[in-house]
């Protein structure tokens, strides 16, 4: 299986475990995760973004053979176009995370599709997580609602050429993102680990109305246990074929791994 | 694709070499059954109730529950009398339709004193209903909640309550109960049972574990759609795996996943899946 939803670092507001690389990988073994797309949790509430990047770069330095970085950046902060080069060049990101609700912008801000074009133009995936926890239990320091799914309608439809994933999500059927035939670029791929898989059965709903190509295995570990995403395929009506797309096919093809 | 439940379960891989197989089921009462403490069913007012409560006992083979204890809530707020009497009747028509497999609290407002008190006592003692489920009509502490409770306790049946704890006032639920209400309600009747709603629902579910530390009679209930990791280990490590109690609350991949991932003992997971559940029913005077 490929992860394309996990983190390593410190999170502001709770006490993350598994969250250095050595106990990531312990965690992945348990739970026969191969490889997994890693960002900063910490750069969710760094000023500077950057520096969290830094630090990411640094932990998984011995394990790129399993731990796959994506940068978090800020396109309203400033030096961000120098960040993204650093990430990209030096670092070996193959992707971006975007928090624009945390960060405050969005993503149809002109610096904001600035940064989604560069990224595109370079191959990088621009991942973007619509929640970091759930809003009940937001701290009382700070009121960070999910992404609008109107405004990720907005960027996928302003920025056809790059390769968005949509992570920690779930409502999408009841928005045009999760419509078939919705007029939007088939750029974008939805994450399952939020998503049911019984009862209302949204990522049923999902893989009939965007096709078997464009949903991807994801946890939210170590925020999130990873178990309730696998059980989500263990569950799921569909081929074993349909299955492999999403527990690793459909990741390796978006991130072009071999 | 329907597999047996057992097989199912037992062929979950590495992270799930989990608790429920018949052959260890020796040590704890229930120890083999797993038993969702806090469900729901439809409301029969929505089209398509039928098949919806059909789906929900499906998923429940597929994920290897033995039985769901439910509740069917009316939408109104504050629930009128109507409301819940209706509800109740459902709940008894459901338990025939499901003998065995579906367990039936009653729902009251306990705003209606007289008659909340005539509906415990027609279901539970009349219908084999197992416990009383309470919404957001009151604080558990009020006053008006007294004879509710006593009338759990001559019973010998738990009282479930819905309840969460946020930093800011959720302003749809004003009279929301959180650990803290459960707690000292818990300990102003410590021959009560009472079961505290959705750890994983429920907002900030660290205040929430914290603040029931001090009352042995409240029970956590484990369902709820927010996975995130170390709930469960918390909750056993401050309360004990003996007060922690499965269920899913409609949330059924996030709440068979929450517990199929913990890290803790076996022993434990089994105890919360059904054994500490099982005793609470073993318990009833009826």
């Known amino acids: 299986m490929i992860d394309v939803n996990a983190y390593l670092g410190h999170f502001a507001f709770r006490q993350l475990r598994n969250n250095t690389a050595e106990g990531l990988l312990r965690l992945m073994d348990r739970k026969r995760i191969e490889r997994a797309v890693v960002s900063s949790a910490a750069s969710i509430t760094y000023r500077n973004a950057h520096s969290g990047n830094e630090e990411i770069a640094a932990e998984i330095r011995d394990h790129r053979d399993r731990l796959i970085p994506f940068a978090v950046l800020n396109p309203a902060y400033a030096g961000w176009r120098d960040d993204l080069k650093t990430c990209h060049e030096e670092f070996g990101m193959k992707g971006l995370r975007l928090y624009p609700r945390w960060h405050s912008y969005k993503l149809t801000d002109p610096a904001c599709l600035d940064l989604v074009h560069m990224a595109a133009e370079l191959g990088m995936v621009v991942s973007i997580p619509l929640r970091a926890e759930d809003r009940r239990q937001r701290s009382w320091l700070v009121d960070v609602p999910d992404v609008d799914k109107d405004e990720i309608a907005g960027v996928v439809k302003a920025a056809p050429k790059a390769q968005f994933i949509l992570m920690s999500g779930s409502g999408f059927t009841g928005s045009v993102l999760g419509r078939k035939n919705n007029g939007l670029p088939a750029n974008y791929a939805v994450e399952i680990c939020l998503l049911s898989a019984l009862l209302a059965n949204e990522l049923g709903q999902i893989l009939e109305n965007l096709g078997e190509d464009r949903v991807v295995f994801g946890t939210g570990m170590p925020f999130h246990y990873p178990d309730p995403a696998i059980l989500k395929l263990d569950v799921l009506e569909a081929s074993e074929a349909v299955k492999e797309k999403i527990r690793r096919g459909n990741a390796a093809r978006l991130l072009r791994l071999t | ?286």
């Open chain 2, 1 to 286: 694709m329907k597999m047996p439940r057992r097989a199912f379960l037992g062929s979950l891989g590495a992270g799930a070499a989990l608790m429920l197989r018949a052959s260890s089921a020796q040590d704890t009462p229930g120890s083999g059954k797993v038993i969702d403490a806090h469900d729901h069913l439809s409301n029969r007012r929505q089209k398509g109730w039928e098949e919806a409560d059909r789906r929900m006992i499906d998923a429940a083979d597929k994920l290897g529950i033995d039985q769901i204890c439910c509740s069917i809530l009316p939408p109104e707020r504050p629930t009128t009398l109507e409301g819940f009497r209706q509800c109740n009747e459902w709940m008894a028509d459901a338990t025939r339709r499901f003998p065995g497999r579906v367990l039936g609290y009653c729902f009251v407002n306990p705003g209606y004193t007289k008659e909340a008190i005539e509906e415990i006592r027609r279901y539970v003692e009349g219908r084999g209903f197992i416990g009383i489920k309470l919404y957001n009509d009151y604080r558990i502490t009020e006053p008006v909640l007294r004879p509710i409770i006593e009338l759990a306790i001559e019973l010998r049946v738990p009282v479930l309550s819905h309840a969460g704890h946020t930093s800011w006032l959720p302003e749809p639920q004003p009279r929301i109960s959180d650990g803290g209400h459960l707690a000292e309600a818990g300990q102003a009747y410590p021959e009560a049972t009472l079961i505290c709603a959705h750890i994983a629902g429920g907002g900030d579910w660290e205040w929430t574990v914290k603040a029931l530390r001090s009352a042995p009679n409240v029970y956590l209930d484990t369902s709820g759609s927010v996975i995130d990791e170390g709930t469960v280990e918390m909750a056993v490590r401050v309360l004990g795996a003996d007060r922690l109690l499965f269920a899913c609350d409609m949330s059924l991949t996030a709440s068979v996943g929450r517990i199929r991932g913990a890290d803790i003992s076996e022993a434990d997971r089994r105890k919360i899946l059904g054994g500490n559940m099982q005793r609470i029913l073993n318990r009833r005077r009826v």
